[in-house]
């Protein structure tokens, strides 16, 4: 029984990782998402970003205006004159003002509530997805983006980013992968033939890595409003605002885990001393 119950155990250890990263996997670009929670300049920033831009098609059901005030430090006038728009009250949850019948009609789906997008996804993938649209003619939109391909939402962005569109290498690198699981999956193709496309795949997708890591993905072809460093700086603020929307109390759940631990090493001085009371009788 002890053997099984360690067994179980480890196994649970092993698989814990697997199954963490198994919900995400890795994006093109893969950058990371370096926020600060603690900086309330960004997080007004990125507010500010997301219901000028986003607002009008996802709503946030789960937040009030009222929450954000107190959370970031703004008052209700700085909230009511910059943050609300339309008709809506100070307490109530962000709402869109597309109508869902419209959305579906326009889009072919109703776009989602964005509440929890950054706890379901992950910061690093959706500052990544934000970073990432690229101009492709052969989407209804004129546009796609890599860490969601064939993405139905339009670059929204697009005043302040410009238009990048993919580097020759990298569509070199897409097309060769593409032909080598083709061969890969023909039931016909030889051994050698199959070995060789194996090898291609290999080729290609560390290619791809490296030109991610490089930033030689995308080349910009029209400028934006903003410079691609302070595009990128926007998106960290809006990525962090998202990032805190789909967990406000992260921040008060970490200060009071620090004062449930300073209680409970308190707690354990009495404790050791009661176990020294009951067993100074046996030996």
Same mark, same amino acid.
């Given at each position: 029984?002890?053997?099984?119950?360690?067994?179980?155990?480890?196994?649970?250890?092993?698989?814990?990782?697997?199954?963490?990263?198994?919900?995400?996997?890795?994006?093109?670009?893969?950058?990371?998402?370096?926020?600060?929670?603690?900086?309330?300049?960004?997080?007004?920033?990125?507010?500010?970003?997301?219901?000028?831009?986003?607002?009008?098609?996802?709503?946030?059901?789960? /937040?009030?205006?009222?929450?954000?005030?107190?959370?970031? $430090?703004? %008052?209700?006038?700085?909230? *009511? &004159? @910059?943050? +609300?728009?339309?008709?809506?009250?100070?307490?109530?949850?962000?709402?869109?003002?597309?109508?869902?019948?419209?959305?579906?009609?326009?889009?072919?789906?109703?776009?989602?509530?964005?509440?929890?997008?950054?706890?379901?996804?992950?910061?690093?993938? /959706?500052?990544?997805?934000?970073?990432?649209?690229?101009? $492709?003619? %052969?989407?209804?939109?004129? *546009? &796609? @983006?890599? +860490?969601?391909?064939?993405?139905?939402?339009?670059?929204?962005?697009?005043?302040?980013?410009?238009?990048?569109?993919?580097?020759?290498?990298?569509?070199?690198?897409?097309?060769?992968?593409?032909?080598?699981?083709?061969?890969?999956?023909?039931?016909?193709?030889?051994?050698?033939?199959?070995?060789?496309?194996?090898?291609?795949?290999?080729?290609?997708?560390?290619?791809?890595?490296?030109?991610?890591?490089?930033?030689?993905?995308?080349?910009?072809?029209?400028?934006?409003?903003?410079?691609?460093?302070?595009?990128?700086?926007?998106?960290?603020?809006?990525?962090?605002?998202?990032?805190?929307?789909?967990?406000?109390?992260?921040?008060?759940?970490?200060?009071?885990?620090?004062?449930?631990?300073?209680?409970?090493?308190?707690?354990?001085?009495?404790?050791?001393?009661?176990?020294?009371?009951?067993?100074?009788?046996?030996?």
């Amino acid at each position: 029984m002890k053997k099984l119950i360690i067994t179980a155990i480890t196994a649970l250890t092993l698989a814990a990782p697997v199954a963490f990263s198994a919900g995400g996997g890795t994006t093109f670009p893969n950058e990371k998402a370096n926020i600060n929670l603690t900086d309330k300049a960004s997080l007004q920033k990125g507010a500010q970003l997301y219901l000028n831009n986003c607002a009008g098609c996802h709503s946030m059901e789960y /937040v009030r205006y009222s929450r954000i005030a107190q959370d970031l $430090d703004l %008052s209700e006038d700085e909230v *009511m &004159n @910059n943050l +609300v728009l339309g008709d809506q009250k100070f307490g109530a949850p962000i709402k869109k003002s597309m109508n869902p019948k419209l959305a579906k009609k326009w889009f072919g789906v109703d776009p989602l509530d964005l509440s929890l997008v950054a706890r379901v996804r992950g910061e690093n993938w /959706v500052y990544n997805y934000l970073n990432s649209f690229y101009a $492709d003619p %052969s989407r209804p939109y004129g *546009m &796609n @983006n890599t +860490v969601f391909p064939d993405v139905g939402m339009p670059h929204i962005l697009a005043d302040l980013q410009g238009e990048q569109v993919l580097t020759e290498e990298w569509v070199a690198a897409e097309t060769a992968i593409k032909t080598a699981k083709n061969v890969m999956a023909d039931s016909e193709a030889s051994d050698a033939a199959k070995s060789e496309a194996k090898s291609t795949l290999a080729q290609a997708e560390a290619t791809k890595a490296q030109l991610s890591a490089d930033g030689g993905i995308f080349v910009q072809t029209k400028e934006g409003t903003l410079t691609p460093e302070e595009f990128k700086e926007e998106m960290l603020n809006l990525t962090a605002f998202l990032a805190y929307t789909s967990n406000p109390v992260k921040l008060q759940s970490k200060n009071m885990g620090i004062w449930a631990i300073l209680f409970l090493v308190l707690l354990l001085i009495p404790a050791y001393f009661l176990k020294k009371e009951f067993w100074k009788d046996i030996h």
